[in-house]
């Protein structure tokens, strides 16, 4: 079982940055990949970006590609994705999850944080 707290959320003007953080309970945080998803409102979730086990593999959407890093601290059960070069078409709720399969299916994940807003003014 893992639990998973997401922060860092806010309001940003365009072009500024946010790094949001999740941290995870339980001593098995090194046994899973991680991924990052972001939901508009009345849009589906959306997959944004995903890390290995190690952290030596990533994955991004085309749309973060070379604005977001995600990465990852192990010995801190922790998840990051900085996000860099902000857009208003970036404003949704940010969820991070946990799972052992996949990487940007949301099926492939086991276990969902609760959430944090991020706002990007124009």
């Known amino acids: 079982q893992v639990q998973l707290v997401e922060s860092g959320g806010g309001l940003v003007q365009a072009g500024g940055s946010l790094r949001l953080s999740c941290a995870a309970s339980?001593?098995?945080?090194?046994?899973?990949?991680m991924g990052w998803f972001r939901q508009a409102p009345g849009k589906e979730r959306e997959f944004v970006a995903a890390i290995s086990r190690t952290g030596s593999t990533t994955y991004y959407a085309d749309s973060v590609k070379g604005r977001f890093t995600i990465s990852r601290d192990n010995a801190k059960n922790t998840v990051y994705l900085q996000m860099n070069s902000l857009k208003p078409e970036d404003t949704a709720v940010y969820y991070c999850?946990?799972?052992?399969?996949?990487?940007?299916?949301?099926?492939?994940?086991?276990?969902w944080g609760q959430g944090t807003q991020v706002t990007v003014s124009s």
């Open positions: 339980g001593r098995t945080f090194s046994s899973y990949n």
């Open positions: 999850a946990a799972g052992e399969a996949g990487w940007r299916s949301p099926k492939a994940y086991d276990y």
